[in-house]
C-alpha cells in the first residue's frame, strides 16, 4: 500500500513521522510528500527517507498511490479532499471542511465512488477514551445513565492574528469534545445555546462556551479557549451519572471514578463536616502512553487497515460531517443569542 500525505506543517510533520514508522515495520510499502512549501517537504523527505516530492497536488501521480493522508489547513481541506477522492481513498484532519454544505459534499462524493473517507478525531482513539467507554459500560449495566457532561479544552495561546486559516476556536478545538459526548453517549444532540467571544484583531471567536441538550435529557456543557498566555493548557471533561462522577484528563491520561460520599449530617459542626466528606468509593487509572498506543499512529492504523479491508472507519466522513454541524449550530445560536434546534434529516445518517 503506497501512501501521499499532503501538507506537512505544524501537524503534518507529526503524521509523516508516523507514516514513516509505518512504512519501516511494513505496515505500508512506501511514502510520499507533497507541500506547496517544496523546501520544506524535501527537509521532511530527507529526515524520513521518502524518495517521492511534490509542491502541489497537480504534479502527483495518482496512479502510484493507494491513499492520500491530508494535513493543509482547515480552509482548504474541501477542496483538496474534493481533488484526490476521484483517485482514491482519504484521510483529513478534522473539522471534515468549514461548512456543512461542503461536509455533505465530501461524504456524498465518497459514497459514490466507493471511497474510504475518515476524518481525524484522533481524541477517539486516545487510550482513556476507550477506558472511559468500558467504565460507562459497566455502569449502565447497573442502571445508571449520564445525566451531565462538563469539558473544557483550553490553550495553548494565543492565537495567532495573522494566521486564520483554520478558523475559530470551535472549530479547531471544539470539535474533539463534542464528538467525544456523541461517541460516549451514542446519541446525537437536539439543540444547542452557546456565547461566543472576540477580539478585536482577530476575526474567528477565541472563546466558546456550548451546551448541547440531548434526546435523553443528557446536558453536554463544552468550553473550549485560546484566551490563555502559551503555557497554559488543558483538556479535561467530567462525566456524571446519578451516582458516580468520571474525570478524564486527556493531558495526563487519567481517569477517576468517584461514587457519592461516605456520610453527611446537616447539624456536624464545620470541622466534623469536612472529615466524612469523603467518597464512598474511588479509583484512579492512569493510562501511560507508549510508543505502541500512540493516539496517532493507532489512528493511522486504522485508517490502513479499513482502506485494505473497505470497512467503516470509526470516524468516518459521516461523523465528520456530523461533528462539524454541531460546531455550526453553536456558532448560529451565538450569533442569534438564542437556543436553536439541530435538525437530523440527513438520509446518510
Known amino acids: 500500500?503506497?501512501?501521499?500525505?499532503?501538507?506537512?506543517?505544524?501537524?503534518?510533520r507529526n503524521i509523516i513521522r508516523v507514516l514513516a514508522r509505518l512504512r519501516d515495520q511494513g505496515d505500508i510499502e512506501d511514502l510520499a510528500i507533497c507541500d506547496i512549501d517544496i523546501s520544506r517537504a524535501k527537509e521532511l523527505a530527507k529526515r524520513y527517507l521518502v524518495n517521492e516530492v511534490y509542491g502541489s497536488i497537480d504534479e502527483i501521480r495518482h496512479s502510484k498511490y493507494d491513499a492520500y493522508v491530508v494535513a493543509v489547513p482547515t480552509k482548504y481541506h474541501?477542496?483538496?479532499?474534493?481533488?484526490?477522492?476521484?483517485?482514491?481513498?482519504?484521510?483529513?484532519?478534522?473539522?471534515?471542511?468549514?461548512?456543512?454544505?461542503?461536509?455533505?459534499?465530501?461524504?456524498?462524493?465518497?459514497?459514490?465512488?466507493?471511497?474510504?473517507?475518515m476524518v481525524g478525531h484522533i481524541v477517539r482513539f486516545e487510550p482513556v477514551v476507550s477506558h472511559l467507554l468500558n467504565i460507562l459500560s459497566r455502569l449502565r449495566s447497573e442502571g445508571e445513565e449520564v445525566v451531565n457532561i462538563y469539558s473544557v479544552?483550553?490553550?495553548?495561546?494565543p492565537f495567532n492574528p495573522v494566521y486564520t486559516l483554520n478558523l475559530g476556536v470551535a472549530h479547531d478545538l471544539l470539535v474533539h469534545d463534542i464528538d467525544i459526548c456523541n461517541y460516549v453517549l451514542n446519541e446525537l444532540p437536539r439543540e444547542v445555546v452557546a456565547k461566543t467571544r472576540y477580539v478585536s484583531n482577530f476575526p474567528y471567536e477565541v472563546d466558546i462556551i456550548a451546551n448541547y441538550t440531548y434526546p435523553s435529557g443528557t446536558v453536554a456543557q463544552l468550553r473550549a479557549s485560546w484566551l490563555c498566555s502559551q503555557t497554559m493548557k488543558r483538556r479535561l471533561m467530567e462525566i456524571q451519572t446519578m451516582n458516580y462522577v468520571i474525570t478524564v484528563d486527556y493531558m495526563l491520561q487519567r481517569v477517576v471514578k468517584e461514587k457519592g460520599i461516605a456520610s453527611y449530617t446537616s447539624n456536624s459542626d464545620y470541622t466534623s463536616l469536612v472529615l466524612t466528606y469523603q467518597s464512598k468509593e474511588i479509583s484512579e487509572e492512569r493510562l501511560l502512553l507508549g510508543s505502541h498506543n500512540e493516539p496517532l499512529l493507532v489512528e493511522l492504523k486504522h485508517f490502513i487497515e479499513c482502506v485494505k479491508s473497505g470497512k467503516e472507519p470509526l470516524t468516518s466522513g459521516v461523523v465528520g460531517y456530523i461533528a462539524l454541524k454541531c460546531i455550526v449550530y453553536a456558532l448560529k445560536s451565538a450569533e442569534k443569542g438564542m437556543r436553536v434546534e439541530i435538525p437530523w434529516n440527513e438520509d446518510f445518517i
Request: aromatic share 6%; net charge positive.
Open 78 to 117: 474541501y477542496v483538496v479532499v474534493k481533488k484526490l477522492l476521484p483517485h482514491s481513498h482519504v484521510f483529513v484532519e478534522k473539522p471534515i471542511a468549514t461548512t456543512i454544505e461542503e461536509a455533505r459534499e465530501l461524504v456524498l462524493e465518497a459514497k459514490k465512488l466507493g471511497r474510504v473517507l
Open 1 to 12: 500500500m503506497r501512501i501521499c500525505c499532503i501538507g506537512v506543517g505544524r501537524w503534518g
Open 153 to 157: 479544552r483550553i490553550g495553548p495561546g
